[in-house]
């Protein structure tokens, strides 16, 4: 078998993988991707596409367990627990119960805000000097509101915005259609984020991949990770896989909700749940929203691209192995309608669905495990990974090189979980 060096390998090629590739490249650092099945055909593929420092609220919050107890059950609601004994997902609910709490929530609030806010113009800046051809669009995101249930969430996501210096600002019904004549006259107001903006997932991470193609660096696809192996001062030194062995000096753990999975071996507890969340995309419809749209009630996103249209959202812990519910494909159709006067284009839509790797603080883990100083996660994203990737891919390339950080990295370190350090 091959005996391969870099001086990185980065396990997983998803968003956040390539994104740190990318800036570990740049540092001067020569760069292996391993992903053990096709580049950007993860979580990263039929997402929303929100690159959204509007959504830095964090998910645990003070009122989300009430909410969540009324959805937990119904298997059409936009959060779904499937029925099963699987005490990894209890322990990870009492965290996350313990993280509904107001003093973590502005905690996970700040930490979320400052990662989100960097990225969105480090996404900017990559997408323009790489000129990555993926429909990347700033033109903000408006969330739209039935109720006054739906209003009142709406203005305190505004306040908490603006409490971090995110702008953000509080619409009524005729403000809203008048900016976008696709909504219905149902639609009662809403809240506008002006930062936000949308790329169409699979093009960005197909235009990575072939940037970081052209630049030198490697990507092994197909590639099942066999073991570990380290060194006497405790270092991983290489890690062996059925297409060869690959020696390196540093390692990135970025293989989103397999994060746990693929570093099996290690024996390290990491709290990475699978969200699953679902997608409908179609042609344009008519009329075609302008401007990506959050249906505050229902949770649901529609995105416009001027290649076509996308219903996506919902949440669901089932499992990482579980097929997906043909129920829940029809409420992201049934959550849009009310709000938009065509909900989704005209033809068979594309369906899709795929795993957020959730973690019980909505925080990602990006840092070095306290025994494995080589050993870097870049993974736990939530369902932000897209919003959140270009600036992990900094924030990895800047600690592992001992360089000055761009923003202060302890909020993600994965030593806040007792069971990724052992002992
Ligand atoms: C319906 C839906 C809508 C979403 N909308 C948005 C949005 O609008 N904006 C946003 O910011 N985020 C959104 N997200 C979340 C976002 O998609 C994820 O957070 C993000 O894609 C995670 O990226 P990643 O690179 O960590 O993981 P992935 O893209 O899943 O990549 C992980 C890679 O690791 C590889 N891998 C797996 N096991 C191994 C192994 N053992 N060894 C090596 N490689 C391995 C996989 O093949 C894969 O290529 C959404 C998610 C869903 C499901």
Redesign the pocket.
């Known amino acids: 078998m091959a005996r391969n060096k870099t001086d990185v390998v980065i396990?997983?090629?998803?968003?956040?993988?390539?994104?740190c590739a990318y800036f570990l490249h740049r540092a001067g650092l020569s760069v292996q991707l391993?992903?053990?099945?096709?580049?950007?055909?993860?979580?990263?593929?039929?997402?929303?596409?929100?690159?959204?420092p509007g959504?830095a609220p964090p998910v645990c919050s003070p009122g989300a367990m009430k909410k969540a107890l009324k959805w937990l059950f119904k298997d059409t609601a936009p959060l779904h627990v499937r029925p099963r004994l699987d005490p990894a997902l209890a322990g990870w609910m009492l965290q996350f119960a313990r993280n509904c709490d107001a003093k973590e929530t502005s905690r996970i609030m700040a930490a979320k805000a400052a990662l989100l806010t960097s990225s969105r113009d480090l996404t900017q800046k990559l997408i323009e000097k790489e000129k990555l051809d993926c429909e990347f669009s700033d033109t903000g995101l408006m969330s739209v509101c039935l109720t006054d249930q739906g209003l009142q969430d709406a203005e305190e996501v505004v306040a908490l915005l603006q409490s971090v210096g995110i702008d953000a600002s509080l619409v009524d019904g005729d403000q809203a259609r008048e900016a976008e004549p696709a909504l219905s006259s149902d639609v009662i107001g809403g809240a506008w984020f002006p930062q936000d903006a949308?790329l169409r997932?699979d093009r960005f991470?197909s235009e990575l991949n072939w940037a970081l193609h052209n630049k030198g660096v490697a990507l092994q696809e197909d590639?099942?990770?066999k073991a570990f192996n380290f060194g006497p001062s405790g270092r991983l030194e290489s890690v062996f896989?059925d297409r060869g062995t690959y020696e390196s000096e540093i390692f990135i753990a970025?293989?989103?909700?397999?994060?746990p999975?693929?570093?099996e071996k290690l024996k390290m507890k990491i709290p990475i749940q699978a969200?699953?969340?679902?997608?409908l995309t179609t042609k344009r419809p008519e009329p075609c929203p302008a401007f990506?749209l959050l249906m505050q009630e229902t949770h649901v996103?529609a995105?416009p691209w001027a290649s076509g249209y996308r219903l996506?959202?919902?949440m669901e812990f089932a499992g990482i192995d579980a097929s997906p519910n043909p129920k829940r494909f029809l409420a992201l159709i049934e959550g849009a309608r009310d709000y938009l006067i065509e909900p989704l284009g005209k033809g068979q839509p594309e369906k899709?669905?795929?795993?957020?790797?959730m973690t019980p603080d909505d925080l990602p883990l990006i840092g070095t495990p306290a025994h494995i100083e080589n050993l870097c996660f870049?993974?736990?994203?939530?369902?932000?990974?897209?919003?959140?990737?270009v600036g992990t891919g900094r924030l990895v390339a800047e600690m592992m090189t001992g360089r000055q950080t761009h923003i202060d990295p302890a909020p993600y370190s994965p030593g806040r979980f007792k069971g990724i350090n052992p002992g």
């Open positions: 396990l997983g090629a998803g968003a956040v993988g390539l994104s391993l992903d053990s099945g096709k580049a950007g055909q993860g979580a990263s593929l039929g997402n929303c596409g929100l690159i959204t959504h949308t997932p991470t590639c099942q990770i896989t970025a293989a989103g909700v397999w994060t999975r693929a570093l969200g699953m969340g679902y997608s990506p996103v995105t996506g959202g919902t899709w669905h795929g795993y957020r790797p870049a993974a736990g994203h939530n369902m932000l990974g897209m919003s959140m990737a």
